[in-house]
Nanobody, 124 residues
Framework: QPQLAESGGGSVQDGESLKLSCAVT????????VSWFRQAPGKEREGVAGIDHAGITVYADSVKGRFTISKDSAKRIWYLQMSNLQPADTGLYYCAAVPASGTCHLTVDHYNYWGQGTQVTVSS
């Protein structure tokens, strides 16, 4: 069973940056998507950014130009660099993975495996 472990969350001020990491173990395959989701209190979980095995990325409109997803394939760690953070970015951030080919979909139902989440809090 694949395991995903997020880290790097914290509390920051409006306009600051954070870099989240997702370490993935026991997840193999020639095709996959690894994505980041977030969930604010009282709201549904929403997709933020995804990257496939070829390095093709997809972003939610709300984070385009501010967030960057990347991967270190050798270390099997996926990253989410978040810049110019806003209070609306506050939430529990999860990474998720699925064996797949084609474009990564930023929908919850698309993913089989999830981490436990790391909290990001942005204060104004």
């Amino acid at each position: 069973q694949p395991q995903l472990a997020e880290s790097g969350g914290g509390s920051v001020q409006d306009g600051e940056s954070l870099k989240l990491s997702c370490a993935v173990t026991r997840f193999y395959g020639s095709g996959y998507c690894v994505s980041w989701f977030r969930q604010a209190p009282g709201k549904e979980r929403e997709g933020v950014a995804g990257i496939d095995h070829a390095g093709i990325t997809v972003y939610a409109d709300s984070v385009k130009g501010r967030f960057t997803i990347s991967k270190d394939s050798a270390k099997r760690i996926w990253y989410l660099q978040m810049s110019n953070l806003q209070p609306a970015d506050t939430g529990l951030y999860y990474c998720a993975a699925v064996p797949a080919s084609g474009t990564c979909h930023l929908t919850v139902d698309h993913y089989n495996y999830w981490g436990q989440g790391t909290q990001v809090t942005v204060s104004s």
